[in-house]
């Protein structure tokens, strides 16, 4: 190792790294929830079908020997969950809100019973590409290790948002989440577009889990996820349903959670809790600077029964 | 009778039925033993997380191949009103009589509300500090002089910093924590008084992206030789190892996460521990309500030197080792200050390993870089 001594200069840098570390299963967990949630339908299960995602892979992974095989199989566990939520929702008088909080439950529980042979085995990790290679500092280097999900991910956003504004499928998504009658007397079935971008959602945030458990931190254990799928469910509304938004929101979050150990690392080593709260404090700010007491929250689905 | 329905009164006799087969059949039972005795274990976290709570099940599983011994246990446990839940029914449903619930926070206020209603049944809590005037007779608290574990660790890693630095990540800054980084320290000052320990809280005990990031921060300022004191070392480890840095394990032996990285690890030794108390349960004496013990008592252990150990800091460990296995080795030697200037023992003073005034540590010492708020 070559350690430069950056002093000042690495909290900065440990934002960088932190927002590309840690921000991969915020950004899969909210793209999937946008998705939802633009047909006009909520998903607060994220929680449980990320966690599950995260055994899943992980177990599969040390299986087959191959990382991305189990983020298929986190994939796959997570679109099943969004379609059993997508399923139980078609039905008559059923509250999405109720079932996804019963799922998420469901998706842990049964995660911590099948994960339990996993917790000690090492699997695979996912690769990282290196973009650090002009810097001759470490630090920089190690910063600039971007995981191959997390370029999906961008690759990902960018399409969402494209789907949403130009392309056929994403104006069906659009009306079904706007107005069910509308989309009715256009001919579509709403509930199959609901399952299926609940089924697609699932999926997303499936691999949002893969991420946590095969690259960062890289291994499964029952206290593996603190709320990121909450969170990110969370994260859709302050970003406004837009899949860009989704992603600098994302990034916001992963940065402002490497702040606390950064600044303890320089020497800041007072009221660390207060540093740990900082997201939260930044996202209270940013809702109330943006909303206005005079009209509806901008852009939101007219079908989400939040709104309604 | 309708074949569907039990009335009030078959239940009764049934029940009647089996407390008097039950009687019955526990009578001879217990005379062949001396006593028959079911310990009732309950923990955190997962039993299997490389770290605190595994170092509790392989105590557990020690205690579970006595003779005459049924253990029960659960895991996944919170410091909450649950824990009171699983005690009460360990005790009604499973009959146990010795309960460990091994977590910090279990102590106040839960084993004291629950200890008063069963008399019968002894508490015995790891970490907890019990005192005669304060708390139930048949609660204790035990624990180990893990801190000295640390020293040792940082004897290997002051050998095997070549920045000087070496860093430490924290959950919260509770006495046995601090105890913890200051030796780890002191270790390292012994081989070179110039090593400064960085420490970073992550506020919890188990937080696995935090952790993550906590690593990568202390690998981005050069800390070369990274411990921990958190629930599950695993992520330190691997993440400490990913980034080039040697690790010293905590809790249990992590030396299968990373083998060639790992230096040594302060382990705890609760199999022996365990047995002990369970064997004093059985042959009719009484535990006692405090007790404490460090490596020369068979508290603590210390994982394999790993392979990058060198001659010199082997020698070193060995002899320091040798000297902390007489017992009451002095810890904190004065002349000593805390990080921020003030004095903790003047020249002449020191504070040897089993000093009570220890286990109410609120200071990091000179060269720790960090702060306990």
New interface residues.
């Given amino acids: 190792?070559n350690?430069t001594?950056?002093g000042l200069w690495?909290v900065p840098?440990?934002m960088i790294?932190?927002a590309i570390?840690?921000s991969t299963p915020f950004l899969f967990v909210s793209l999937g929830e946008c998705l939802t949630e633009r047909s006009g339908r909520i998903n607060l299960g994220l929680e449980g079908t990320l966690v599950f995602g995260a055994m899943s892979g992980y177990a599969v992974a040390y299986e087959s020997g191959s990382a991305w095989v189990g983020v298929l199989a986190a994939a796959l566990a997570g679109m099943l969950f969004g379609f059993f939520h997508g399923w139980i929702c078609k039905l008559p008088k059923v509250n999405d809100i109720a079932i996804g909080i019963a799922l998420m439950l469901l998706g842990m529980g049964l995660a911590?019973f099948f994960g339990?042979p996993y917790?000690?085995p090492?699997a695979p990790d996912l690769p990282a590409i290196s973009f650090g290679w002009w810097s001759d500092i470490s630090?920089v280097q190690?910063?600039l290790q971007v995981n191959v999900l997390f370029l999906i991910g961008i690759v990902l956003t960018i399409a969402m948002g494209w789907m949403f504004r130009t392309t056929r499928i994403g104006l069906i998504v659009r009306v079904v989440g706007d107005s069910t009658d509308a989309a009715r007397s256009m001919g579509l079935n709403p509930n199959v577009v609901r399952l299926l971008a609940t089924g697609a959602g699932g999926a997303l945030a499936g691999v949002g889990g893969a991420y946590?458990s095969l690259y960062?931190?890289?291994?499964w254990?029952?206290?593996?996820s603190?709320g990121?799928g909450l969170m990110a469910v969370a994260l859709v509304i302050f970003a406004r349903w837009s899949p860009v938004n989704c992603f600098w929101a994302a990034l916001l979050f992963g940065g402002a959670?490497?702040l606390?150990?950064?600044l303890?690392?320089?020497?800041i080593?007072?009221?660390?809790?207060l540093f740990?709260a900082a997201p939260y404090v930044l996202t209270l700010g940013l809702l109330i600077a943006t909303s206005s007491p005079n009209r509806a929250l901008e852009s939101a689905p007219g079908e989400l029964s939040i709104t309604k | 009778m309708n074949r569907r329905t039990i009335s009030r009164r078959s239940l009764l006799k049934a029940g009647a039925a089996t407390g008097a087969l039950a009687a019955a059949g526990a009578f001879p039972f217990g005379a062949a033993h001396a006593a028959d005795l079911t310990v009732g274990f309950i923990y955190v976290?997962?039993k299997?997380?490389?770290g605190y709570n595994q170092a509790h099940a392989e105590g557990a599983a020690a205690v579970k191949k006595m003779p005459g011994v049924t253990v029960v246990e659960e895991e996944?446990v919170p410091e909450t009103v649950a824990v009171q839940k699983s005690m009460e029914s360990m005790i009604n449903f499973d009959g146990a009589s010795l309960m460990f619930p091994t977590s910090f926070g279990y102590f106040d206020p839960h084993i004291l509300a629950v200890a008063p209603k069963h008399p019968d049944v002894r508490f015995q809590h790891a970490g907890g500090l019990w005192s005669a005037d304060k708390h139930p007779k048949n609660a204790g608290s035990y624990f180990g002089y893990i801190g000295l574990g640390q020293y040792l660790n940082g004897i290997t890693a002051g050998h095997a910093s070549k920045?000087k630095k070496i860093g430490f990540v924290a959950a919260k800054p509770i006495p046995q924590v601090l105890m913890n980084i200051n030796s780890f320290l002191l270790g390292a000052r012994a081989v070179d008084p110039t090593i400064t320990c960085?420490?970073?809280?992550?506020?919890e005990w188990?937080?696995?992206?935090?952790?993550?990031?906590?690593t990568?921060?202390?690998?981005?300022?050069?800390c070369?030789v990274i411990t921990c004191h958190v629930?599950?070392p695993?992520?330190v480890v691997?993440?400490a190892a990913g980034?080039?840095?040697f690790v010293c394990g905590y809790h249990a032996d992590q030396s299968p996460?990373a083998p060639a990285k790992y230096l040594t690890g302060a382990e705890w030794n609760w199999a022996n521990v365990y047995t002990g108390m369970v064997k004093t349960m059985m042959d009719g004496g009484t535990i006692d309500n405090f007790v404490r013990g460090g490596l020369s008592d068979g508290f603590v252990k210390l994982s394999p030197l790993g392979p990058a150990v060198s001659d010199t800091a082997r020698n070193q460990f060995e002899a320091a080792k040798a000297e902390i296995m007489k017992g009451g080795f002095l810890i904190i030697k004065g002349p000593i200050n805390d990080n921020k200037g003030n004095i903790i023992a003047p020249a002449g003073k020191a504070f040897a390993e089993d000093d009570i005034a220890l286990e109410s540590m609120n200071y990091l010492v000179e060269g720790v870089?960090?702060?306990t708020?």
Avoid at chain 1, 264 to 267: C, F, I, L, W
């Fill in positions: 190792m350690e001594d950056l690495a840098l440990a790294g932190g570390r840690v911590f339990k917790v000690q090492q630090q190690a910063a946590l960062y931190p890289g291994s254990n029952e206290g593996l603190s990121q959670g490497a606390g150990p950064a303890q690392s320089v020497g080593s007072s009221g660390y809790y740990y | 976290g997962p299997d997380d490389f996944n920045s960085q420490v970073i809280f992550t506020g188990s937080l696995a992206v935090k952790e993550a990031e906590a990568n921060a202390l690998a981005d300022q050069g070369d629930d599950g695993k992520v691997e993440t980034r080039g840095a996460l870089i960090g702060s708020s």
